[in-house]
């Protein structure tokens, strides 16, 4: 896998994009719902967990060792765990009422996904052993 890191930078800026777009909308569109705002609902702001996660995602992606290899993986995990936990709660029928799911948030999935699989099988050249 030689592109992984490029492409878990292009998952982490895909990521970000996809924060600012609508990921569901509730009561026939009268409130929508994105990553960043989310108004009129008890979610609070849940892509701003993503955005720290990614972060230390990509410090420790550009250290060339294999503890910090081990490291992103870990706030790749986290972070696919926190995005999956965002598409569930937030597209889950609350009281009768059942927000319909936009784009963005299939989006977001996937990106968290692709920051994962990058993540677990990173492009790493293990030292040759002495004889």
Do not use: H
């Not at 009268?30 to 989310?38: F, N, Q, T, Y």
């Not at 420790?60 to 706030?75: D, E, H, K, N, Y």
């Not at 799911?101 to 030292?127: S, T």
């Amino acid at each position: 896998m030689r592109y992984t890191k490029w492409i878990g930078i292009g998952a982490v800026v895909l990521l970000v994009v996809t924060a600012f777009t609508p990921w569901v909308s509730i009561d026939d569109g009268r409130i929508i719902v994105s990553g960043i705002d989310a108004t009129g609902t008890n979610f609070g702001k849940p892509a701003y967990m993503n955005f720290i996660l990614s972060f230390f995602y990509l410090v420790f992606l550009f250290i060339p060792r294999i503890w910090a290899m081990r490291v992103s993986l870990s706030f790749a995990a986290l972070n696919l765990a926190w995005g999956l936990r965002n598409f569930v709660v937030l597209s889950a029928c609350s009281g009768g009422d059942c927000p319909v799911r936009q784009f963005g948030i299939y989006i977001m999935a996937f990106a968290v996904l692709l920051m994962f699989f990058c993540a677990l099988f990173p492009d790493v050249k293990f030292p040759e052993e002495k004889k």
